[in-house]
């Protein structure tokens, strides 16, 4: 967070801190006491809404590591999160496992099957490494629809709902409360580990891995780390999702939710975890006023012209931030918020 | 100019009170719901926007003429009037959840779901909040528990024992008849591959020969497949595809020599979402001897009240616009039960009590025999325990090009859930 003119930092634990002032000590704490308040204030849907987009912001997190920080794109991250999610609805339906210990299971399932489908990495880049992680989410997939007696195959796996001490996180409310507070650890993780030795070894990869490798950065062993934590990250949001609907089916899971994640990052900045953050809220939000307009516009058009609009108004604005943001919402808001700390007078003015 | 300017104004207030007297609705004081989510956008998008044709077709005619259907002499309440609500889950089901909270905000008492992905992600949530659905989703092995999402044509296993049934009581030769799965390689496509439907097909006199997946769209013919069913001289071939995939099939098939009509004597046989009428309307006399069970009366067929209904209702409401796809008559079939739960709860419950629990137990639950003028295999009928609305299979042929009811048979409900 960038700090009013004026202050300046005194020792290492200063320069270190994420949050430095009182006031954004304040203000996150305001904003943590908003937040998990919403169940008293906010309707069902609202809940529905935000909870969608928490999970949506942990997964978002994880392929920001991998692909944002450590530069190795994945469009297979919606598999990912069927690893997670099948292998806590395994343990849990199969087993009778409590949720605290498939969690972490399925999170490491996913982890496992990241460093799996992430070996080619090491030979193979860019291009090549989409479709590699693509082929990644189609035998994912194929399992699962093959294990019938494990998964469920086509038919599914009923999942209980999570409990915690002897409570069952049943209620909308209580079950957003639960989403965000992996969200805001997921959050604060991730901020955490780009600050690493293996973080800034990821922003080297991913800057140049030959220049990377000649400084003395082992690519084998960061390629695979990058891969294992962006999928622990895929495989508790995998997991959350099957257990808000109770339910485990590859119809959770669509090839197209990868790519939409890859959007979030785009819009949101990619190499930013301000900007998966910002990626995940804005296109769900999206998501959910082309739903509402849908109708509306189906009324005055036809009812095909809400047909696919949802798949349009993506598209478009991914296209847009490309051309004309390519740094995404984070680079705005950092504008933005730079523009409010040098008021009332600018940097040139000053000068 | 002071008098151009009086003149303006005097205009802008006539205009605005001229749309406000349109736009009040002095008619209704009381409005229901009824819809729910559509797939609009994906791989039922064509049929979903025909399903979607038939709930506002059917909703303008309950607001206008108070009347059900033709054929029946029950009427709605005159006071209250129908409204359409309904969003594009994209065939999403955590799209599916945020719209059911939105329209159950609104004031929804009843709903739908488009598929089974919906349907199975927010079944437990329509049942802890009392919602009855009709849906397009797989039958009650999966549905139940709990019981509130209404389903109305057969599952895909019922569906394919219905054409099995048919082809053995029309089988003349001495030996067993060798049958054969055929079918998409998708998770449609599998759910027949099961124990339960090979072992039936054993049971009545089969002679159960393998399994062969073609890709839901075929891009290129399914020779090989074909080959083998060829080689292992099989008699019946039946499988879950949809037109993109049925169509390309039997074209080759018949390139082939395989077919009823053709040298090597073949009938392949699929249920419902390889719909004959659509079949039919794209291949002709090509499509001859193609067997689907479970699906509708094509929209042809004027002499059934159901379809002559849906003509009537488009003529009306948009003539020269017909939807001639057959999943309007799924759009008209749900918008009826779910008026017609409306309809029964508000007997036992004034309008002002009335919640979506009782509508399921007073509305949903109380459909018995429910007649759709012919457009499902049979009659509906709901209750606790009995989501599955008809009890037969209808049984269509393509002959001749057109498309030739056989029969119906009995469901066997053949899979349950382990």
Redesign the interface.
């Known amino acids: 967070m960038g700090r009013q003119r004026g202050t300046f930092l005194e020792n290492y634990a200063q320069d270190m801190a994420i949050i430095r002032t009182r006031l954004q000590w304040a203000m996150l704490f305001i904003f943590l006491l908003l937040l998990f308040s919403c169940p008293l204030f906010l309707?069902?849907?609202a809940?529905?809404?935000m909870t969608?987009i928490g999970i949506a912001v942990i997964s978002v997190h994880g392929l920001n590591i991998l692909t944002g920080y450590c530069g190795q794109i994945s469009i297979g991250h919606a598999g990912f999160m069927a690893v997670g999610g099948y292998t806590s609805a395994i343990l849990s339906a199969k087993l009778g496992w409590p949720f605290w210990a498939t969690l972490p299971c399925g999170a490491l399932g996913a982890g496992v099957a990241g460093l799996i489908f992430g070996l080619p990495s090491l030979k193979i880049k860019g291009f090549y490494l989409i479709m590699a992680t693509i082929a990644a989410h189609f035998i994912i997939v194929w399992l699962i629809?093959q294990l019938y007696g494990l998964t469920g195959?086509?038919?599914?796996l009923a999942v209980s709902r999570p409990e915690i001490a002897g409570f069952t996180v049943k209620s909308k409310g209580s079950y957003f409360c639960l989403v965000m507070a992996f969200a805001c650890l997921a959050t604060y993780t991730a901020q955490n580990i780009v600050r690493t030795r293996a973080g800034r070894a990821f922003v080297a990869i991913r800057d140049n891995d030959l220049a990377a490798e000649v400084m003395g950065i082992n690519l084998w062993s960061y390629k695979l780390q990058a891969f294992f934590i962006g999928c622990v990250y895929a495989g508790v949001a995998g997991v959350l999702?099957v257990h808000y609907?109770?339910?485990a089916?590859?119809?959770?899971f669509?090839f197209m939710d990868s790519v939409w994640y890859l959007g979030m990052l785009i819009v949101g900045g990619m190499g930013s975890t301000l900007g998966a953050l910002f990626g995940a809220i804005a296109l769900k939000l999206l998501?959910?006023l082309?739903?509402?307009v849908?109708?509306g516009l189906s009324a005055i058009v036809a009812?095909?012209a809400?047909?696919?609009?949802?798949?349009i108004a993506h598209g478009l604005v991914i296209i847009i931030f490309l051309i004309f943001e390519p740094r995404g919402l984070a680079h705005r808001w950092e504008l933005v918020g730079a523009y409010f700390r040098l008021w009332p007078f600018s940097h040139e003015e000053r000068e | 100019m002071a008098r151009n300017k009086l003149a303006l104004i005097a205009c802008l207030v006539i205009a605005v009170v001229a749309l406000s007297l349109f736009t009040v609705r002095s008619s209704y004081a009381k409005t229901l719901y009824v819809g729910g989510t559509m797939a609009l956008t994906g791989a039922y998008a064509e049929d979903t926007a025909a399903v979607l044709a038939g709930y506002q077709d059917y909703v303008k005619y309950v607001n206008e003429t108070k009347n059900l259907a033709p054929w029946r002499n029950e009427k709605f309440p005159s006071d209250i009037s129908l409204e359409l609500l309904w969003r594009d889950d994209e065939l999403k089901p955590p799209k599916a959840l945020s719209i059911y909270e939105e329209l159950k905000a609104k004031g929804m008492l009843v709903f739908r779901c488009s598929g089974s992905p919906q349907a199975l992600a927010l079944k437990d949530r329509l049942f802890e909040d009392g919602f009855g659905a009709p849906s397009m989703a797989t039958g009650p092995y999966l549905l139940t528990p709990p019981q509130s999402v209404f389903t109305y044509y057969p599952i895909y296993t019922d569906s394919l024992a219905a054409v099995a049934d048919w082809f053995m009581e029309n089988w003349k030769e001495k030996r067993k008849p060798r049958v054969a799965y055929l079918t998409a390689d998708n998770a449609m496509g599998r759910s027949i591959v099961v124990p339960e439907l090979t072992n039936y097909l054993k049971k009545v006199g089969y002679e159960f020969v393998g399994t062969q997946f073609v890709p839901l769209v075929p891009t290129s013919p399914p020779t090989t497949q074909l080959m083998w069913l060829k080689k292992k001289k099989v008699d019946l071939a039946l499988g879950v595809m949809i037109n993109p995939g049925s169509q390309p099939t039997v074209k080759e098939m018949v390139r082939l020599g395989m077919g009823p009509n053709q040298p090597y004597k073949i009938v392949f046989g699929v249920p419902a979402p390889g719909h004959t009428a659509v079949f039919a309307a794209a291949m002709g006399k090509l499509g001859d001897g193609y067997v689907c069970a479970g699906s509708f009366p094509p929209m042809d067929q004027l002499s059934i009240p159901g379809i002559k209904f849906c003509n009537d209702l488009q003529n009306k409401y948009h003539p020269g616009k017909q939807v001639t796809h057959i999943m309007y008559e799924a759009g008209i079939i749900e918008a009826m039960t779910q008026t017609e739960a409306l309809r029964l709860a508000m007997q036992k419950v004034p309008f002002e009590k009335l919640t979506p629990r009782a509508v399921l137990e007073n509305g949903f639950y109380r459909i018995k025999g429910l007649e759709t003028g012919g457009m499902t295999s049979t009659p509906l009928t709901y209750g606790k325990g009995d989501i599955e609305g008809i009890d037969k299979v209808r049984v269509d042929q393509v002959q001749n090009g057109k498309v030739v009811k056989l029969g119906s048979w009995p469901c066997r409900h053949l899979y349950k859930r382990k």
């Open positions: 309707s069902d849907r809940l529905t809404v969608m629809l195959g086509g038919d599914g999702l609907y109770a339910f089916s590859v119809d959770l669509p998501d959910e082309v739903t509402v849908g109708p009812p095909q809400a047909a696919s609009m949802g798949l």
